[in-house]
């Protein structure tokens, strides 16, 4: 008789497991404690990390870092009043979070040690932080994985992805109270508006990248403990207010700033991801792979530039805003029908090629539009400058303005009426993905054969597609031509070390989620915020780009927030009827066949 002993599973260190949970929350409150010491004696390290008492720079991401591990790890140890922080996983979220706290505080003090010339330079602080650090990481290394595999991992690597695998989110035990779901929407917007001004405030260099560091291993913790999925179900069940809080906690961005250092990159991450919206009508819907998408946004600004007054516009008119807008938007429009019209029956990489060469076309055309090589209307390789402020019912967007009594300056007037636009593109986004045409374009992306056998009508859908995302991106690039005060031939390139380009574009709509509504935006800001903050890595930018777009098709190619749709289209669900695998359901466990979308 044989008997069967079931083993326990075990972490990638051999610690009993309360002791492995206790091991990571003491270390996560001494890591915590640490950032109230001083962890360098020099100042000239970026933040200034010689206070007692008083945490700063870096040390606050170590903070926050230790105070979310220990967080979880009480949740683990079934802490009352925590257990609600992991409606998903326990343990892979915890490890996530000490990696990332350990990620942010040895960097730090790497950081230090090499600007500052050697280890000398670190306080009895700095080496307390980075024991406490190390300490949390062995500890939650130790813990086993949420989910027993079903053959024993073979080597370190194996057992560190099974400790890493997520969980299926648990059904709530009892709903919240509508007030309740309404005022956690409200608070994760103000978390998110937190988040991003610190970093969009923090220094650029070794800063910036620690905060970085942090942020790509404390999202996936937060996702792992089924957070960001709970946080997605009330969204879903109160769509106008997450909305609304969306937008006021982006119009509340210029109310943190002092100056105007940071709120035009806010303004132009704003346009990028009006512009990215827009592309994600033509690519995400319909399906359209367009590569010169930037020439919509300079026909926007080129036709804002001639027609706001400008001393070196040709046509020496200036239209009011509204007038300017409308001029921007129906250019694009224009522009989009005509290119489309012909090349709209091609399919694949012939379409692709086509645009591309229109938007080098564009490019070349501006430059030789100069009185020269041609007619003297854009000036040629020295644009349209000068372009003046905007003016809307007597508020002069070049001027100083109080709001609840804090000064907004020039490019914090521009970010709030971008948020404005940006709400505009939104409301038609959603409408149009919602509507009967939507659908349509859907069908058309996902089989366009099939599609016409049901009677659509494809190219004429196609074409509305081209044309409402060149109008989105005419609008856009009438507020950017405002913004940057002047439009030249080279602000829209195919591909270049800073955005807007056609190729960032594309990137912005397939890293966030082709489709989605939240990917393009998320996409967008990353893309933008990123090399604006990295400029000392001028010369390496594009290599690390690339990279980071391989590496996201390898794990993620669906998207950092993609649609169901497309998880199902990358993952395997081993499932006939594909229920959300969020949500357990023994009942639908039985089919094995593959989910195609």
């Known amino acids: 008789m044989t008997t069967h002993t079931a083993t326990t599973p075990r972490g990638l260190l051999p610690l ?113 932080a980075g024991t406490a650090a190390l300490l949390t990481l062995l500890g939650a290394l130790a813990l086993p994985p949420d989910q027993p595999p079903t053959t024993p991992p073979a080597n370190p690597w194996q057992r560190l992805t099974t400790l890493l695998t997520a969980s299926p989110l648990r059904p709530r035990s009892r709903p919240l109270p509508t007030w309740a779901e309404i005022l956690t929407i ?20 070794a800063p910036f990248v620690g905060y970085l560091l942090f942020i790509a291993l404390a999202v996936p913790a937060l996702h792992r403990a089924g957070l960001i999925a709970r946080l997605t179900e ?12 969306a937008f006021l906690a982006a119009a509340s961005f210029p109310l943190t700033q002092d100056t105007d250092q940071y709120t035009i990159i806010g303004a132009n991450i704003l346009i990028f991801a009006t512009v990215a919206l827009g592309l994600n009508v033509v690519v995400g819907l319909a399906g359209l792979l367009d590569l010169g998408y930037v ?28 007038a300017a807008l409308l001029t921007g938007a129906a250019a694009s429009l224009v522009f989009g029908v005509l290119i489309g019209a012909p090349t709209l029956r091609l399919r694949g990489d012939y379409l692709a090629i086509v645009t591309l060469g229109f938007g080098e076309i564009f490019r070349i055309a501006m430059l030789n539009l100069n009185g020269t090589t041609g007619p003297d209307i854009t000036n040629g390789a020295m644009g349209i400058p000068n372009i003046p402020n905007l003016e809307i019912f007597g508020f002069n967007f070049g001027e100083t303005h109080d709001i609840l009594g804090i000064p907004i300056a020039t490019y914090g007037n521009y970010y709030l009426l971008m948020i404005l636009v940006t709400a505009l593109v939104v409301l038609v986004f959603r409408r149009a993905a919602a509507s009967r045409i939507g659908r349509a374009w859907i069908a058309i992306r996902e089989d366009e054969t099939a599609a016409v056998a049901m009677g659509i009508n494809s190219f004429r859908l196609r074409l509305l597609a081209f044309a409402l995302g060149a109008a989105l991106a005419g609008l856009a690039g009438t507020v950017h031509a405002h913004v940057v005060t002047t439009a030249t031939p080279e602000q829209f390139q195919f591909a270049g070390p800073q955005p807007p380009n056609s190729a960032f574009l594309l ?11 939240s990917g393009p935006l998320v996409g967008a800001a990353l893309l933008f915020l990123i090399p604006a903050k990295l400029d000392f890595l001028q010369d390496y930018q594009l290599l690390l780009f690339g990279i980071a777009l391989v590496l996201l098709m390898r794990f993620r190619p669906e998207g950092l927030i993609p649609d169901r749709r497309k998880q199902l289209e990358f993952h395997e669900t081993g499932q006939l009827d594909v229920p959300d695998q969020r949500l357990p359901d023994p009942a639908a466990t039985t089919g094995v066949t593959k989910a195609k979308a």
């Open 186 to 205: 409200a608070a994760a917007f103000a978390a998110g508006l937190i988040a991003f001004t610190y970093g969009i405030d923090t220094d650029d260099g």
């Open 295 to 322: 020439a919509f946004l300079g026909v926007g600004a080129y036709a804002a530039a001639l027609v706001s007054g400008s001393p070196e516009s040709a046509l020496g008119l200036h239209f009011p805003f509204w």
């Open 16 to 128: 009993p497991e309360r002791t492995a949970r206790l091991t990571t929350a003491a270390g996560a409150l001494a890591t915590a404690a640490t950032t109230g010491l001083s962890w360098t004696w020099s100042s000239d390290f970026p933040g200034d990390l010689t206070f007692y008492g008083s945490p700063a720079g870096l040390q606050l991401v170590t903070l926050t870092g230790g105070l979310l591990t220990l967080l979880l790890a009480a949740s683990t140890l079934g802490l009352r009043g925590l257990t609600w922080l992991t409606p998903a996983g326990r343990n892979a979220p915890t490890l996530l979070a000490a990696l990332a706290t350990f990620a942010a505080t040895w960097f730090t003090l790497g950081a230090i040690a090499v600007q500052l010339g050697g280890l000398v330079n670190l306080e009895p602080g700095g080496f307390a």
């Open 234 to 245: 009330l969204t879903h069940r109160h769509r106008g207010v997450a909305l609304t809080a």
């Open 507 to 517: 990137a912005a709509v397939i890293l966030g989620g082709m489709g989605t509504l």
